[in-house]
């Protein structure tokens, strides 16, 4: 069965700092992945997936299928970053998504 | 385009109580979804649909929750009898259909819901 894991809730960095939000996941075939994040009070929205291959607002996130990770990063933190961020993933077949349970991220200034 | 839309954006109500929370997914989008999300569990699929018809409910958390699509362009989830505990952000999202590779979800703002 599918499964995406953010093991960390809560993660706090000072801006500047690099950051990294962890993302796993189990599945067998070949999944799509998706960073969506959530600011204060808003509606979740999509940062990036991995089949575009893109830098938005200067996150990456690389599939690495032999770890099953697909970790979002980010080398300088800035005060806007401080959000939910949701990791997800889609199956071949089938529109349904599969959330982690997010992680919050906080950048102290 | 306005997006998903919901509606109420919040419900505040008595345990006991009928809630009835409302979306209209973005024109063309031929499936549909309801999540709840809460401090502990995160972002719950409730029920998703395609094309009106649910697909996959097993998220439903009991007999308490129902949802309907009765046309394209609207869908309601209800619970009957509320509860404490259902008390939660409930969100609405859609997706165009398969064929062009998987296509990511746009989400609408929520629907904060209290039961006191």
């Known amino acids: 069965a599918q499964r995406v894991t953010q093991p960390e809730k809560l993660l706090s960095v000072f801006k500047g700092a690099p950051v990294e939000l962890k993302c796993n996941y189990s599945?067998?075939?070949?999944?799509?992945l998706f960073w969506y994040v959530q600011y204060s009070r808003q509606r979740l929205q999509l940062l990036l997936r991995?089949?575009s291959r893109e830098s938005i607002k200067g996150f990456t996130a690389d599939l690495n299928k032999g770890e099953t990770s697909f970790h979002l990063k980010k080398p300088f933190a800035q005060e806007e970053d401080s959000a939910m961020y949701y990791c997800?993933?889609?199956?071949?077949?089938?529109?349904?998504?599969?959330f982690g349970t997010g992680t919050s991220l906080t950048v102290i200034p | 385009d306005a997006g998903v839309i919901q509606s109420p954006r919040h419900e505040v109500t008595e345990m006991g109580q009928e809630v009835t929370l409302r979306c209209k997914p973005i024109?063309?989008?031929?499936?549909l979804f309801w999540y709840r999300q809460t401090m502990m569990r995160g972002l719950e699929l409730l029920i998703y649909?395609?094309?009106?018809?649910?697909?996959?409910d097993s998220g439903m958390p009991e007999d308490r929750f129902s949802a309907k699509m009765p046309n394209a362009s609207f869908s309601t989830l209800k619970i009957q009898p509320s509860e404490p505990r259902d008390s939660a952000v409930y969100f609405c999202?859609?997706?165009?259909?398969?064929?062009?590779?998987?296509?990511?979800?746009?989400f609408g703002d929520g629907t904060r819901l209290s039961i006191l």
């Open positions: 997800a993933l889609s199956r071949p077949t089938g529109n349904q998504f599969y």
């Open positions: 999202a859609s997706s165009p259909s398969l064929g062009q590779a998987r296509r990511p979800q746009h």
């Open positions: 599945y067998s075939g070949s999944p799509e």
């Open positions: 024109s063309g989008h031929d499936y």
């Open positions: 991995h089949i």
């Open positions: 649909f395609n094309n009106n018809v649910p697909i996959d």
